[in-house]
C-alpha cells in the first residue's frame, strides 16, 4: 500500500481586459506580469497541468461572456445546466453575487 499522497497543484484563472491568463499559484513571475486591474475568477486544483487545462476548458465552457465583458460586469454568467455539475455552477453563481 502506498502511503505517500499523490502530489497536487493548484492553478489560478485571471481575467484582464486582453483575456484570461492561467498559471500555477504558486507562479510569481506570471503574477507580476498581471494588469493592475486583473481579477482572479476561478482556482483549480489538478495533479498535472493537462488536468487543469482540461478542468479549465469545462469551466470556460460554462461562460455566456467574453473575457472584456466580464472585466465590465464584475462577474461572468454561467449557462443554466440540469445535469450533476448544476450545485457547482450554484456554488460559483452565488460567489459572483457576494464579491
Given amino acids: 500500500m502506498n502511503l505517500e ?10 481575467v484582464e481586459p486582453t483575456g484570461y491568463k ?3 499559484s504558486s507562479n510569481e513571475a506570471m503574477r507580476s ?8 475568477i476561478w482556482r483549480v486544483t489538478a495533479k ?3 488536468e487543469a487545462q482540461r478542468k479549465k476548458n469545462e469551466f470556460l465552457s460554462l461562460c ?3 473575457p472584456s ?6 462577474n ?3 449557462n443554466s445546466r440540469t445535469d450533476d455539475i448544476s450545485p457547482i ?7 459572483y453575487k457576494t464579491h
Avoid at 465583458?69 to 464584475?74: D, I, L
Fill in 22 to 24: 492561467f498559471f500555477a
Fill in 33 to 40: 506580469q498581471l494588469s493592475s486591474n486583473a481579477k482572479l
Fill in 48 to 50: 498535472t497541468w493537462d
Fill in 5 to 14: 499522497a499523490e502530489k497536487t497543484f493548484d492553478f489560478e484563472l485571471w
Fill in 89 to 95: 455552477i450554484d456554488l460559483i453563481k452565488s460567489h
Fill in 69 to 74: 465583458a466580464s472585466m465590465q460586469t464584475g
Fill in 64 to 66: 455566456d461572456e467574453t
Fill in 76 to 78: 461572468i454568467n454561467i
